[in-house]
């Protein structure tokens, strides 16, 4: 048997780790028959393979995150998701919005969907929907059925406007504490997933296209989280909010932050394991950069976003929403040139 350099052997094992079984057997063969001066051959052949293996996979993890971006440009703004798109130089396949919480009459017949009518067949639409208006109402009401004719009212009107297979974050982090349908008990939790239980058989009953994101924020603490989950037949994705902010007391250290969204109480590890073990694929209806007046954003961070970029390549996320809007807790918009490194970062890894 000829030796064999240590160069063909490692370079054989290295493609091995992308190629799996097919590269051990290939070994197995070549071994007894390759010489010294071959065996170099076969290692530049292979560093070959393992450049080619590793575009190739650098290419599908970049695919992945293009085909599933989304965008939120500001309330019932289409030219917004536009303008972005035509800045990031290629399609967006996703576009939220909000449906506006004054009362009943403005969830069950939307203002604006008009203005998505025309660009439904360039993006699926994403809505946060409230379960309650800020005009009075109640969990335990809509747990009931009480408040089902409006949202059989929202399946018909998203319908007629071209939207029947739109995604629905029903009570959009209800686990946080500052919306009218927030839940802050264990009771509160179960009456919650009821509630999920009525609208979706409710709407799916006039539109079954549609989909539904169970979408909490971290901070449950006061109840568990599990309880408020109205089961599978309900849910099509787990989505999480990721903002690049952080109140731990390294804060202002990008890995830290990081380290934090990712192992923190209710973090991204959670929401991963939560997720899988109900089968379901996650998604981050909302993300983003951070600029708070209290300091606690992490600002033009390019850090935060190669993290998510990497996060979501490695990950089942049916989609993923950028955040481009300064709202009043904090600003996240890209083109504003608060961000310029990360809007550098995001522009070369998204696109």
């Known amino acids: 048997m000829r030796a064999v350099t240590p160069l063909a052997v490692g370079t054989l094992i290295l493609v091995g780790g992308f190629g ?10 070549l071994r007894p028959v390759v010489s010294a001066r071959g065996a ?12 080619v293996v590793a575009g190739a996979s650098s290419a599908q993890a970049s ?18 998701v536009l303008r972005f798109q035509r800045w990031l130089g290629q399609p967006v396949s ?7 919480a004054d009362n009943w009459r403005t969830i069950e017949r939307p203002h604006g969907l008009k203005r998505w009518d025309a660009k439904s067949d360039r993006f699926r639409l994403v809505y946060g929907v409230p379960l309650i208006p800020y005009s009075g109402g109640s969990l335990a009401a809509g747990a009931s059925g009480a408040y089902n004719i409006h949202f059989r009212r929202l399946a018909r009107a998203l319908r007629k406007a071209g939207q029947g297979n739109a995604i629905l ?7 946080g504490g500052w919306y009218p349908w927030s839940v802050g008990s264990n009771s509160q939790a179960r009456t919650f997933a009821r509630y999920w239980r009525q609208i979706v058989t409710t709407m799916r009953a006039v539109s079954p296209q549609l989909q539904f ?29 990721v903002y690049d902010q952080g109140w731990q007391s390294n804060y202002t250290d990008p890995v830290a932050r990081w380290k934090d969204t990712v192992h923190g109480a209710g973090g991204l590890i959670w929401q991963r394991s939560f997720a899988r073990a109900r089968k379901k694929p996650m998604s981050y209806p909302e993300w983003g950069l951070a600029w708070r007046e209290d300091g606690h954003g992490g600002g033009d961070d390019p850090y935060f976003v190669e993290q998510m ?7 089942n996320v049916a989609y993923h929403v950028y ?14 040139g608060r961000f310029p490194t990360a809007a550098a970062a995001l522009h070369s890894d998204f696109d």
């Open 213 to 241: 994101d169970w979408n909490p924020a971290r901070g449950w603490k006061p109840f568990r989280i599990a309880l408020a989950y109205p089961g599978n037949s309900y849910v099509d994705f787990i989505g999480y909010d």
């Open 94 to 100: 996703y576009a939220a919005d909000f449906i506006t």
């Open 20 to 29: 799996g079984g097919l590269m051990t057997r290939l070994w197995r063969v």
């Open 40 to 51: 170099r051959r076969l290692a530049l052949v292979g560093l070959a393979l393992v450049a």
């Open 309 to 315: 970029h990497n996060w979501i390549a490695s990950n």
């Open 323 to 336: 955040f481009d809007f300064d709202a009043l807790d904090g600003a996240h918009a890209l083109l504003t």
């Open 63 to 80: 695919s992945k995150t293009e085909a599933n971006f989304g965008l939120y440009c500001g309330a019932r703004n289409p030219a917004g």
């Open 169 to 175: 974050r029903l009570g959009w982090e209800f686990s």
